[in-house]
C-alpha cells in the first residue's frame, strides 16, 4: 500500500523553535511557512517575529527571492525609548539567529 503525500508530509518535523506552521495543504503541498515566537517589546506595540518556507524535505529554502526567510516588525517604533529600541534590537537579532540556524547551506 502506498502512503499519499499528506500523510508522509504530515511527519516533517518543525524546525527547532518554531512555534507554528501553515499547512501543507495551503501550497498544494509543495511547502508550509513555519514561524518563531512573537517576541512583544514592553511598553510598545510592537512585536517580533520570523517566518519561513520549509520544503518537503524539511529544508529551509533560503533562495534570495520572495521566499527568502524573513524578520518581521509589526507596531509603531516611532518614539520608543532607549531601553525599548534596545530590546527591539536584541528580539530582530534573536530571532534572525533562530532562522539562520534551520537553514543549512
Known amino acids: 500500500m502506498r502512503e499519499n503525500s499528506a ?3 504530515s511527519t516533517v518535523p ?4 518554531a512555534d507554528e506552521h501553515g499547512a501543507w495543504a495551503d501550497w498544494d ?13 514592553a511598553g ?5 517575529f520570523g517566518s ?5 524535505d524539511g529544508s529551509i ?4 527571492c520572495g521566499d527568502a526567510p524573513h524578520v518581521m516588525v509589526q ?6 525609548t532607549t531601553v525599548q529600541a534596545r530590546e ?9 539567529d533562530l532562522i539562520d540556524g534551520w537553514v543549512s547551506r
Open 7 to 9: 500523510t508522509i508530509l
Open 14 to 17: 518543525l524546525p527547532a523553535g
Open 29 to 41: 503541498n509543495t511547502f508550509r511557512v513555519v514561524y518563531t515566537p512573537e517576541t512583544k517589546i
Open 44 to 48: 510598545t506595540s510592537c512585536t517580533v
Open 52 to 56: 519561513a518556507v520549509q520544503l518537503p
Open 61 to 64: 529554502s533560503h533562495r534570495d
Open 75 to 80: 507596531g509603531d517604533a516611532d518614539g520608543i
Open 88 to 96: 527591539l534590537a536584541a528580539a530582530i537579532v534573536a530571532t534572525a
